[in-house]
């Protein structure tokens, strides 16, 4: 689809009953955010609605009864997406 990327992700330990995955235009994850809670075994997601030649950080944690994980950022720390619009 157009204006989409694709966002994957791996988790070793037993499944959390739901993931909050965040997007964000800068990496301090302040003003503008999306946020999509995704349940139960799924490991990835679409974003669409990018625009291109805009950068992107994401963001992830598992949440569960007991609480939330700490967020890790996708990609390693400080690590952001350009989104390229393919003609």
């Known amino acids: ?7 994957t992700w791996s988790y070793p330990a037993n499944d959390p009953a739901s993931f909050t995955l965040q997007r964000a235009t800068n990496s301090a994850f302040t003003g503008t955010v999306a946020s999509q809670t995704i349940t139960g075994t799924v490991r990835s997601t679409s974003q669409s609605g990018l625009t291109p030649a805009t950068s992107y950080w994401f963001r992830i944690r598992a949440d569960n009864a007991s609480g939330s994980s700490a967020w890790t950022t996708l990609g390693g720390t400080n ?9």
Do not use: D, G, R, Y
């Open 1 to 7: 689809a157009t204006n989409t990327l694709s966002v």
């Open 79 to 87: 690590a952001s997406v350009i989104f390229k619009k393919v003609p």
